[in-house]
């Protein structure tokens, strides 16, 4: 899973990173509620795991706004305030689940497997940004029916980009995304996303992948 941490005891947060980067999940973290947001918006993750007790902006206000600007991304508020009320407010703003301070590391995990499992009966799992789709089941994807080709690692920066749609994604975190931990450079990413645009945005077709200067990239309409 890709997964963001939003907390600001640092060494809470070493813990809780390597104990899931053990599990083999990708894990960024950020430190105050400003930065955490930001994170959300930019790039795309399988769930967030957020402190409520955050400089800058809480995680009930950090909840609010992503959920106010439809970031439908799961949220595990994890924090020491467990009373009734701090509850009801962390889940009516938009959060998921709910775990409390000091917590078991296997709970921990139980509960991150069950917001980011599939539906019950759902048999294809796909995203579609304009006449694009990826199907994660089959790993099939395609463009106005076309069936399109892709290595694994084009599959993985045409994936990143999907799940941000619309959203700039740092080249980094594209980086970070396809290769995990591999020392990759910028002109490594930049060839790959070459190979991806000659099969997503052929000569004559509406240009779906767009370059952001100094940041990275977006999947949006170009026109």
């Known amino acids: 899973m890709r997964i963001l941490l939003v907390e600001d005891d640092r060494e809470l947060a070493a813990y809780v990173r390597r104990a899931l980067e053990e599990e083999r999940n990708l894990v ?13 918006q930019s790039s795309a993750f399988d769930i967030i795991i957020l402190d409520v007790m955050l400089p800058y902006m809480d995680g009930f206000d950090v909840t609010r706004r992503l959920r106010h600007e439809s970031v439908r ?4 508020l994890l924090t020491a305030r467990d009373a009734p009320e701090d509850v009801v407010r962390g889940l ?3 959060a998921d689940d709910y775990l409390a301070k000091p917590f078991s590391f296997d709970v921990l995990l139980a509960r991150l497997r069950a917001r980011t499992r599939p539906p019950v009966g759902s048999r294809n799992a796909r995203i579609r940004f304009a006449d694009l789709i990826i199907d994660f089941e089959t790993r099939e994807v395609s463009r106005s029916g ?4 892709l290595t694994r690692t084009e599959f993985a920066i045409l994936e990143c980009l999907m799940k941000s749609a619309g959203r700039v994604v740092t080249r980094d975190r594209l980086i970070e995304f396809a290769w995990g931990d591999r020392e990759i450079s910028s002109n490594n990413l930049e060839v790959f996303i070459r190979f991806l645009r000659a099969k997503v945005d052929p000569p004559g077709w509406r240009k779906l992948i767009q ?3 100094g940041v990275g990239y977006s999947l949006r309409e170009s026109g």
Not at 28 to 40: E, H, I, K, P, Q
Not at 73 to 76: D, E, F, G, H, K
Request: net charge negative; aromatic share 4%.
């Open 28 to 40: 960024s973290v950020c430190f105050d509620g400003a930065s955490g947001l930001r994170t959300a």
């Open 73 to 76: 991304t799961p949220i595990l």
């Open 146 to 149: 076309a069936i399109l080709s």
């Open 92 to 94: 009516d703003a938009g």
């Open 211 to 213: 370059t952001e200067r």
